[in-house]
């Protein structure tokens, strides 16, 4: 791929499994990635608590895959979405994937594809079971994302003007999986480390994004947390970072 070609994604949805409210900013997203040209919705569309997927559907050229439930109690669907995302992935045509549920099911699914090399972004609920919120690249709380779309915009060099229900989220495992990322980054003499480099660290140690809790940008994060220092530098106001405590 040239550097002027865009990525060819997949988003594959797991309908049965989530809120249709929630694709407009995970196709938001999923834009980051590439060019979200495969998209796909699985389900038992002949069920009332999935009518509204036909509106969505042909809104946003997504394409409805119909399942219906073989057996009371067993879900198809997982197993339909699966072989369609290995067909792709042997194809070589996909160069990341999307995978929209909060299903523990997807675990050896985003595994898999990652062993690859493809990015995997996964999108669910809060109460996602972490074998798969840690298998994914990048794992993204949906209701976050959501209300993270709502809040107005900051400034570049601004931090986020509504961080306070976002700072009640931090724990102290994400304020060690920074600490420790930025102990492994490259420091000046200051102690300083590019703030892009810590989060490429975090990020490759777990699926680390900051939208889930509820910042848009890295700085944000920073700059909301004690434990570290934010310094801008140079005419592109480039943030460093450095743990203070």
């Known amino acids: ?31 980051e990635l590439g060019q979200v040209n495969i998209r796909r919705a699985y389900g038992n569309f002949a069920k ?15 394409r409805p895959h119909q399942q219906f439930d073989v057996t009371k109690g067993k879900n198809a669907t997982d197993m339909a979405m699966t072989i369609d995302a290995i067909d792709l992935l042997y194809q070589g045509k996909v160069d990341g994937f999307g995978i929209m549920s909060s299903d523990s099911d997807f675990t050896p699914l985003a595994t898999r594809l990652r062993q690859d090399g493809l990015l995997v972004y996964g999108f669910g609920k809060a109460t996602t079971p972490p074998s798969f919120r840690n298998a994914c690249t990048r794992f993204i709380d949906v209701d976050a994302l959501a209300a993270a779309e ?34 492994a980054a490259r420091r000046d003499d200051n102690g300083f480390a590019l703030m892009s480099e810590v989060g490429n660290i975090a990020g490759n140690r777990s699926s680390f994004d ?19 220092k934010v310094e801008r530098r140079g005419d592109n106001r480039q943030p460093f970072v450095k743990r203070v405590r």
């Open 210 to 228: 900051v939208r889930n809790y509820g910042f848009k940008r890295l700085s944000d994060l920073f700059a909301a947390l004690d434990q570290f």
């Open 1 to 31: 791929m040239t550097d002027t070609e865009l990525a060819n994604i997949a988003l594959l949805i797991d309908a049965d499994n989530v809120n249709p409210d929630h694709i407009d900013p995970v196709l938001t997203v999923m834009a």
């Open 150 to 183: 709502t809040d107005t915009p900051a400034a570049p060099d601004k931090p986020d003007p509504h961080p306070a229900a976002a700072v009640a989220q931090i724990d102290e495992e994400l304020i060690d999986l920074l600490g420790q990322a930025w102990k």
């Open 48 to 62: 009332t608590a999935l009518s509204r997927w036909a509106s969505i559907t042909n809104r946003l050229g997504i």
